[in-house]
């Protein structure tokens, strides 16, 4: 049996094949349906940026309320969208994040919620100042202006994307895949009904238009109306973004996420850390792919482990040391370990030392969340300084790298670059910064 590929992502490897831009989308001389769409954003944008919180905010509680009083308006569009993959014989982890039920919509409607309560990141003072000639030196918070959203068949993204955006005063363009289409459509209707009422404008949060590549590819080069593009999905997405976007990007990433249990930690601990890591939900970006386990507790964690992840319904692609201790093991290859399953798969290793497990994170991690089990402090202290990723956990699961997790509300990406923007990015991270500087009658000699 060879290790599973990572699931295709219907259409949301849409432009795998764009080609580099002749011209910038701005210098069009008539607008098409998505750079239209793109104007009306930046003039939504202008009319947004200076709300005052009361505003932005009761438009957010407009939209939880929405949500959950046309529920079943948005069931019934996801259930379109939902029966069509099934029948297109979309993988199931896929399936998994495409559904919408009642139960996930009011968590959605509470994640809103919950993003009302957060400060608000607009016109925070980042640093000030009084200069030796006077000058008052104010560097304040300001929205992004136009973001842009490129994601796969998440319809949750719709909203909390929407909703961090309106709440950091930035409009927002949205472009999920044609397989969520029926999904999108009904809740940026709901989106747009919401924000009007509370008196902002409807623009504000706008779905792209078009089903097909060539209009990922204007939005991609819609530099001048879209200040920047954030995509959320599979790898091939994200690298085709941040290769063919003359827009600014802020790079998201896969979730190649390891655990490493310590010779030092306590067995029962970190098999409930490995088997949420994994199992809790598997078909998202901060699930564990990958556990490496210390020789020196190796003998009495590989058999507990390998029947609580088969109690799971985990497979286990391991190493000899791994297919030595009981049957079922999948031989672990090089694919193995560079893959993010998506699904009931981990990859399984036995490692000499923790500088061992720290060199093999760094040759396969994608950046994204590690963790180490261990009753050691100066273990966990060594880890967390030679781990280079995104998050590290110490004696927690994979799973808490979530913006809502870390307290931030619904989340627009968690980010695995350095630059700006790394991990779960909340409100702060959706703003630049401007000066503001205050004289009196103050000339450059």
Known sequence: MSAPQIPEQATEQATEAAEPATEQATEQTQDTPVLATARRARTASAELAPAPRATRDAALL???DALLARTDEIVAANAEDVAAARAAGTPASVVDRLTLTPERIAGIASDVRDVIALPDPVGQVQRGSTLPNGLELRQVRVPLGVVGIIYEARPNVTVDAAALCLKSGNAVLLRGSSSARASNTALVAVLRDAVASAGL???AVQLVPGESRESVKELMRARGLVDVLIPRGGASLIRT?????TVPVIETGTGNCHVYVDESADIDTALAILV???????????AAETVLVHAGIAADFLPRALTALAEAGVTVHGDAAWQATGEGVVPATDED???EYLSYDIAAAVVPSL????EHI???TSGHTEAIVTQDTSAARRFTTLVDSAAVMV????????GAQFGFGAEIGISTQKLHARGPMGLPELTSTKYVVTGDGHIRP
């Open 337 to 339: 370990w560079g893959c």
């Open 395 to 402: 004696n927690a699961s994979t799973r808490f790298t979530d």
């Open 276 to 286: 949420n890591s994994k199992a809790q939900r598997p078909s998202v970006c901060n």
């Open 362 to 364: 760094r040759t396969w």
């Open 62 to 64: 407009a939209v939880a």
């Open 355 to 358: 500088d061992a497990a720290v």
């Open 201 to 203: 404008p409807a623009d």
């Open 241 to 245: 973004v941040v290769q063919e976007s």
